[in-house]
């Protein structure tokens, strides 16, 4: 005999499924969707069992995060140092801290608290870009401690700084020729440190760099966790290098009925030689389950605006900064983007600048005229800055974007003022374009760098505020609807899981996302503060933590 | 003269130059010829092509050939990676680095500078003498060349069989007015410019106080083996005013009025005098393009140095 069906019922049920857009009911068996509509409509499954515990709430499919990082779960374990307010994966809010004085404080607070006398103080999410004006320097860090290294990794995981302590460790003296040690009037060392070198070196020798541990099963709870509480009910990880141990961990928490994600790893192309990673590639297909989605392969082409690292055609940056850094150089970028195509694999590509963008796509058009392949779907990754003609080329192409919306209002006063200019800031991230284009797009936060949290991500796709509230290039600013499309079906169809996840339809998943009221009536302005109740994955409730 | 082997650090050198300007053969050549116990950390082992019938075992990442040269891939940490690779025993004769295409390796040579045990040799950057020109006209490509140029020791017009060097040398001459040019075809750079046996191993010729050598592959060598010490700051005035076609310049000397040993070692235009324990014969040996200046103006030029001699003032 069949089991008997479960069915919840809501206020409504958005279900971004164009044929029934609204319900009130939907029906779940064997943890995926069997209907939906109104009462009389799911009586036709037979006796079912009713769970009206949502009945005054309102549910959507649940939110796919197609760009954030597993290892977020792992960051937790150091104290969080950011502007902004965040909540942790135990349902602690920090308070952001608006000043280097602040940040001291929290320190040594948390120096207070190590038993172990050598062991470092690390901490992560540090951003002084918003303190207008003082960067921290060795002294703050020297108030810390004395005897132990102090290792502040900052909100965009490109800098870090340390404290004297630290700097001795490591080597680094005022004679020490590196790039990336940055120097005061007097040319001594102000124990901040710019780009992979320095920085790399810090966490060789002292340790302690908040976002290099490795993954294990508590930091993928604490992850998943953190999804919870945002409504997320698949996630990528979007570069990891997939070593047998955290696959072992991926497997361990998703055979887990009660575990409350599904993960999308991808691959980081750049761990393995170019034969190598497309083996490994191979082999992971055949070990995806219900929770686990391998497939997907990740590059990077360039490095982040804010960090003037990424790379930008003309006119370049508007403070004069020269040109970022290709972390593979297009001619390279040509050769990796053609052997994963052709050995059929779907390429999510980091491209934060129009030069890096532009690259990747022509590398794409010369890898789909050699092997053409409809409905490949690869995916440009960030994708902040490409101007009209750049998408269109992208539409052309059957090309994905996954936009980080987030950006505009966590470093749209930055853009405007130092790294794009007004022009160029009013069209990045830009939305509207991808949506007048019909460009396949999602948004994302690129957790942990900002918050995990799809409704304030679709909240700055919606209004495109900024942190000191200027609205920036309202043309770009989309409608709810299309914003709640981008943070459920768009991401699911970035990731090839668009027949799985993100819409409420028959033989999908039921995964669900329980919200306290409802995105299409709210104020657009009002969308962040909607409160997530709870989460469904494949039928299972989850409520989020205290 | 004696063969005496010069103590101190590893010597490590680091092999840049965009995709294609021939690393992988550079470093295929060197591993295979075996010609000292070189360990060689690349970025893509698979690229290598090593025969595998030269691979002797495999320990981890370093994988051991039969001649006693090791090979290893960098992965995320290069410095870790330095480490390890100089901790072993028997410890490496030389270590190279080949940097990734688009790197610019002289930012890998800084990392070198500061790990322990091992000590720069020199930044060679290879270039594609058939494909240079096209590529820095290649606006996706042009910052990243210049980088990769704007500090290296010297540069390694590679290919030179499959084009005419002349325009992908004024190119490089145009970034890099200074920088010494060694032009090779099959990425078969001599020995002695990888920073290899200069001197102890295998002088060319010991027969004359100074002398020129022949010209092999087209580079000319010169000797010195005045034992008498040289005023230090002399020295420097003479080294710093060398011209391009000095290649690398290395061996042992004493300085002062003690008669301090130093290991004294140049490429291109950056020179380091280390002192060292009493021992080695004195004798610098210097291997330069086919214009090195002559013998005896080379002679007569680091004579000005030497302590008990008047300075004089080197024609221009």
């Known amino acids: 005999m069949r089991r008997a069906a479960q069915v919840f019922t809501a206020r409504r049920i958005i279900t971004m499924n164009p044929s029934v857009p609204y319900a009130t009911h939907v029906a779940v068996r064997d943890g995926r969707i069997l209907g939906y509509g109104a009462a009389d409509d799911v009586a036709a499954f037979g006796p079912a069992e009713l769970d009206a515990r949502f009945a005054d709430k309102v549910i959507m499919p649940g939110f796919v995060e197609g760009h954030s990082h597993a290892f977020e779960g792992m960051t937790w374990l150091d104290p969080y140092l950011g502007y902004f307010d965040r909540r942790g994966p135990d349902g602690r809010v920090w308070p952001g801290l608006k000043g280097i004085e602040a940040v001291v404080q929290r320190l040594r607070e948390a120096e207070g608290a190590l038993d172990d006398p050598a062991a470092p103080v690390t901490a992560w999410g540090f951003d002084p870009i918003y303190f207008g004006g003082p960067r921290m320097v060795r002294a703050d860090l020297d108030r810390v401690s004395v005897t132990r290294p102090v290792v502040v990794t900052h909100a965009s995981g490109h800098i870090m700084n340390v404290n004297g302590v630290a700097l001795h460790q490591a080597g680094f003296t005022q004679s020490t020729d590196l790039d990336g040690l940055v120097r005061d009037a007097d040319g001594a060392l102000t124990g901040e440190l710019l780009g992979p070198e320095a920085m790399g070196r810090v966490r060789r020798v002292v340790g302690g760099a908040s976002m290099e541990r490795a993954l294990d099963v508590p930091g993928l709870r604490r992850f998943a966790g953190l999804a919870q509480a945002a409504g997320v009910t698949t996630a990528a990880d979007l570069l990891n290098d997939l070593t047998p141990e955290t696959v072992a961990s991926y497997h361990m928490v998703t055979g887990e009925t009660g575990f409350p994600l599904r993960i999308v790893p991808a691959l980081a192309a750049r761990s393995y030689g170019l034969q190598d990673g497309i083996a490994r590639w191979r082999e992971l297909r055949r070990q995806s389950n219900d929770k686990l989605h391998f497939g997907l392969v990740k590059l990077v082409v360039d490095g982040s605006i804010q960090g003037f690292t990424a790379r930008l055609r003309w006119p370049g940056y508007h403070n004069g900064a020269p040109n970022g850094m290709w972390y593979v150089a297009p001619a390279q970028l040509a050769g990796i983007v053609a052997a994963y195509h052709e050995a059929g694999a779907h390429l999510h590509i980091h491209t934060n600048g129009d030069e890096a963008s532009e690259a990747a796509v022509e590398m794409i058009g010369r890898a789909l005229a050699a092997h053409p392949r409809l409905d490949h779907r690869h995916t440009l990754q960030h994708c902040q800055m490409p101007d009209e003609a750049l998408y269109r080329r992208i539409k052309a192409l059957g090309i994905c974007c996954n936009i980080f919306a987030n950006h505009i209002y966590y470093w749209g006063d930055a853009h405007a003022a130092l790294t794009m200019g007004p022009s160029r800031a009013a069209r990045m991230d830009a939305c509207g374009t991808a949506l007048r284009l019909g460009v ?52 699911a169809y970035t990731m090839r899981l668009d027949h799985l996840v993100g819409s409420i339809d028959v033989g999908k998943f039921a995964d669900f996302t329980v919200l306290d009221a409802d995105p299409l009536t709210a104020d657009p302005m009002a969308l962040r503060d909607i409160g997530v109740h709870a989460t469904v994955v494949g039928g299972y409730v989850s409520a989020p933590a205290a | ?148 140029l704007a500090r290296a020791d010297l540069v390694v017009l590679n290919k030179t069989d499959l084009a005419p060097p002349g325009l992908a040398a004024a ?119 086919s214009v090195l200046p002559a013998a005896d103006a080379l002679a007569a030029l680091f004579r000005t140095a030497l302590l008990t001699k008047t300075a004089v003032p080197f024609p221009a």
């Open chain 1, 440 to 491: 396949d797009f999602a948004i994302h936060s690129d957790a942990p760098i900002t918050p995990l949290a799809p409704l304030f991500t679709a909240w700055c796709a919606v209004n495109r505020r900024t942190a000191s509230d200027r609205r920036l290039g309202p043309e770009e600013c989309i409608p709810v609807a299309a914003a709640l499309r981008a943070i459920t079906l768009g991401a």
């Open chain 2, 1 to 148: 003269m004696i063969v005496v082997p010069i103590p101190g650090p590893i010597p490590v050198t680091v092999i840049g130059g965009f995709l294609g300007a021939g690393k992988t053969t550079l470093v295929n050549h060197v591993l295979r010829a075996g010609s000292r116990r070189y360990a060689v950390l690349v970025n893509d082992f698979g690229a290598l092509n090593v025969d595998s019938r030269l691979i002797a075992g495999q320990d981890g990442a370093v994988v051991s050939l039969a001649n006693g040269c090791v090979c290893c891939s960098i992965g995320p940490d290069l410095g870790g990676t330095l480490a390890t690779v100089a901790a072993r025993r028997p410890a490496p004769e030389h270590i190279l680095i080949e940097a990734s295409g688009v790197s610019d390796p002289w930012r890998i040579a800084q990392l070198v500078k500061l790990e322990e045990g091992v000590a720069l040799d020199a930044v060679l950057v290879l270039v594609d003498a058939a494909a240079f020109p096209e590529q820095l006209a290649d606006p996706y490509l042009t910052d990243t060349l210049e980088r990769q």
């Open chain 2, 171 to 289: 190119a490089v001459r145009r970034i890099r007015g200074d920088v010494g040019l060694v032009k090779v075809a099959h990425a078969a750079l001599p020995d002695a410019l990888l920073g290899g046996a200069l001197l102890g191993d295998s002088p060319p010729c010991a027969a004359s106080r100074f002398h020129a050598g022949p010209p092999e592959h087209g580079f000319r060598t010169w000797l010195w083996d005045d034992p008498a010490p040289f005023d230090r700051a002399a020295l420097a005035a003479v080294l710093d005013g060398l011209p391009p076609s000095v290649l690398r310049l290395k061996g042992m000397c004493s300085t002062g009025r003690d008669g301090a040993p130093h290991l004294l070692q140049l490429a291109g235009r950056r020179w380091s005098l280390t002192p060292v324990p009493a021992g080695p014969t004195p004798g610098l040996v210097m291997i330069g393009t």
